[in-house]
């Protein structure tokens, strides 16, 4: 007759050698696939200046903007730049703003079909994230308003290119 407590042990030992099994089970496809080195991302950024004061006007630089910029509180509309850059996920690129701030872009997400770009200010110490549709374009304030004028960046992520 087989005593109790070997015959616990004999259930015990085949789990006990599961456990220690060295062998590592297969990882999940996911994880060994190789990954692929990610597409630029084709980026336009314009620095804008808006404006209170004088008569209304729109640089025509300016004009695929007309419908985002009627919005806005500002009736004098001028391109004071542009800049295209390749840009990839986390990697930041720089524009100069009039007054001398510096505007940080980093790209933190790409979904295919939108993006997501970090637009920083150290001197403010400001921070936003705008997710962009590809094709699409936003318009964002980077500067306070100062007698009666504000800067803009306008950030369009192009499908194809710049």
């Given at each position: ?92 690129e720089y524009t100069d ?34 997710t962009i549709e590809k ?14 004028v504000a800067y803009f ?10």
């Amino acid at each position: 007759m087989i005593h109790p407590a070997a015959a616990a042990l004999s259930l015990l030992l085949p789990a006990l050698c599961l456990a220690a099994d060295p062998a590592p089970s297969a990882p999940p496809p996911a994880a060994t696939a190789a990954p692929s080195a990610q597409a630029p991302v084709p980026v336009r950024v314009r620095v804008i200046k808006g404006s209170r004061q004088g008569p209304a006007s729109l640089d025509p630089k300016l004009a695929p903007l007309k419908h985002q910029l009627s919005k806005l509180a500002y009736q004098r509309w001028e391109q004071l730049s542009e800049r295209a850059f390749e840009m990839t996920v986390q990697k930041t690129e720089y524009t100069d703003l009039p007054d001398g701030q510096h505007v940080a872009l980093t790209v933190q997400e790409d979904s295919g079909k939108t993006v997501t770009i970090e637009v920083a200010l150290a001197q403010r110490n400001t921070m936003s994230r705008l997710t962009i549709e590809k094709g699409q374009r936003i318009v964002h304030q980077v500067s306070g308003e100062k007698g009666g004028v504000a800067y803009f960046v306008t950030v369009h992520v192009s499908p194809t290119g710049p």
